[in-house]
């Protein structure tokens, strides 16, 4: 299946001005998805949460935090050889394993130890909330954007595994590829922009900083109903 051939992205060079102003065109985009009781916007943290909040807000659907932490390469590990989220899904970039010569032992360590932070993270966002139940439900997956597109992939195979019927990914900016690539597994792609010179997320924000744990708290404890 292809959910980039059904609901695409544009190109069209327009700058956001922050997260959550690119989180309300979102969800004008998803419009078709308003009002429907059977939809969970996940946000992926931390970028994603302020972007999940403003389509939660616009479709009248509840937020949840999703996890996704990068695997990196030992002494590098800016470069990401994988990644996993919550509740389980890996994606690995086994060319660059290869390339690297990375042994098995490498990978599963570094697994091991995003697999800590990643739940030591998702108890500290959550604060005692348990996870909003995703069988049968439609979830949009939400991101402040797509670079390579594996802590997508690898949140999109995760909250298959829970049994939702349907998989949104909806980002405001992200490579045409990359975007197509996650139309493979995802059931629809929403992606806002895909500047044909793509950078980095950050080139179509006027204002892009880090988002805080405490800016997550403090809109996942903010009701978006």
């Keep these: 299946m292809s959910g980039w051939d059904r609901l695409g992205g ?22 078709a998805y308003r009002g429907r009781d059977d939809v969970v916007v996940l946000g992926l943290a931390r970028g994603g949460v302020p972007v999940g909040w403003e389509v939660a807000h616009g479709l009248g659907a509840p937020l949840d935090v999703f996890l996704v932490r990068k ?15 919550s509740g389980g899904g890996v994606v690995v970039n086994d060319q660059l394993v290869a390339r690297l010569n990375l042994s098995e032992e490498d990978l599963q360590r570094a697994i091991e130890r995003e697999t800590v932070e990643l739940r030591r993270r998702e108890a500290a966002y959550r604060q005692g909330r348990a996870p909003l139940p995703l069988t049968g439900a439609t979830v949009v ?11 997508m992939l690898a949140a999109v195979r995760a909250v298959r595994s829970s049994g939702p019927a349907h998989v949104v990914v909806a980002v405001p900016v992200g490579p045409a590829s990359a975007c197509r690539e996650i139309g493979e597994e995802a059931d629809a ?17 006027a204002d892009f900083h880090q988002v805080t744990d405490d800016e997550v708290r403090d809109l996942l404890a903010t009701p978006t109903v």
């Design 10 to 31: 544009r190109s069209a060079g327009r700058i956001f001005g922050g997260r959550r102003d690119a989180g309300r065109i979102l969800a004008d985009e998803l419009s």
């Design 71 to 85: 695997l990196g390469v030992p002494q590098w590990e800016e470069l990401a050889m994988g990644a996993i989220a």
């Design 141 to 151: 997956l939400t991101d402040d954007g797509i670079a390579t597109g594996a802590s």
């Design 189 to 205: 792609v929403v992606c806002a922009r895909t500047p044909p010179g793509f950078e980095a997320v950050g080139q179509v924000y």
